[in-house]
C-alpha cells in the first residue's frame, strides 16, 4: 500500500517560492506522470517525497504519515542519469541492494539467504532482458541496457513508491518503446504507486493512469521568484488499459 496526501504542501529556498500550495491526493498504486515547465520544482517534488528535502509548510503523507526525512527501501527513485557502480557487474550491481538491505554491518548474505537473493536478482535480470550481460560491466553495455539495470536497482527491494526523474530522457527514442513496456510491467507485477517526470507529452499520456501539471498561476514580472508553481491540471488518463497484471512476470517478480 502507498497512498500520498499532500496538504497545503510549500516549498521555498530562501526568498524563492518554488512550490505553492500543492494539494493532492493519489491512491495507492496510480501512476504519476508529471509535466511541467524547467525549473517549476518538480524534482523538489520528488526529492521530498523521497525524504531527502523536507516541505517548508504543509504536509506530505504516505499512507497516512508523514514522509522520514530520509531515504528508505519502500521509496526507489531512476534519474535521468544511470548511477551504477562501474567496478561491479551487472548482477552484482542488483546485487548489492539485496545484500545491504539484509546484512546492514557486513553488506553480504550468506547460505540460503544468498541463494534467495541471487534467484531474484537473476529473475529480475530475465523479465528486463538483461540475463545474458549478467557478468559484464556497466561500461560494456548500452544507454538503454544501463538504464535498465538503474530501474531494475530501484525495484529489487520492491519499493512501495518508486519515484523517476525524466528516465527516458537522455536514450534513444528508438528504444523508449522497449522501455515503457518494461516500465509498465514492472509496475503491474511489483504493485508500485509511480511518480514520473518527462518532458515528453504523448509519454506522459501513453504510460500514466494520471496526469500532473505544475505550474505558476501568478507572475511577478518584477520578482519572478515570489510566486512558486503548483498542481494546474490534474486530468484522468486511460486507467483500464493498465488494471490487469502480466502473469508471468507476477509469477515471476512476485514471490
Ligand atoms: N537545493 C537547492 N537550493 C536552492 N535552490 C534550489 C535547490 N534545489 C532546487 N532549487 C531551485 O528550485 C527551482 C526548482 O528546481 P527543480 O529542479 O525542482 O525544477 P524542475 O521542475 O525539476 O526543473 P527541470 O525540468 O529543469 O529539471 C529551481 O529554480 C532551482 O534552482
Known sequence: MASVTVKHLWKEYGDQVVLENLNL???????????????????????MLLGVEQPTK??????????????GPDRG??????????????????????????????GKLFGARRREALEKAESLLEAIGLHTARDKYPSQLS???QQRLSIAQSVIREPKILLLDEPFGALDPGITADMHEIILR??????????????????????GTRLLVFDKRRHDPHAPERYGATVTYDI????????????????????
Not at 504543509?58 to 531515504?71: M, S, Y
Not at 514492472?186 to 504510460?207: G, P, V
Open 236 to 255: 484522468p488518463l486511460n486507467r483500464k488499459k493498465h488494471t490487469a497484471p502480466t502473469p508471468a512476470l507476477t509469477a515471476e517478480l512476485v514471490r
Open 58 to 71: 504543509g504536509q506530505l503523507l504516505i499512507d497516512g504519515q508523514p514522509v522520514p526525512a530520509e531515504p
Open 77 to 106: 527513485i531512476v534519474f535521468q542519469r544511470y548511477s551504477l557502480f562501474p567496478h561491479l557487474s551487472v548482477l552484482d550491481n542488483l546485487m548489492l541492494g539485496l545484500e545491504f538491505s539484509g546484512s546492514r554491518w557486513l
Open 143 to 145: 544507454g538503454g541496457m
Open 25 to 47: 491526493h493519489v491512491a495507492d498504486r496510480e501512476f504519476v506522470t508529471i509535466i511541467g515547465a524547467s525549473g517549476c520544482g518538480k524534482t523538489t517534488f520528488l526529492r
Open 186 to 207: 514492472l509496475w503491474q507485477a511489483n504493485r508500485m504507486t509511480i511518480f514520473m517526470i518527462t518532458h515528453d507529452l504523448k509519454e506522459s499520456f501513453q504510460l
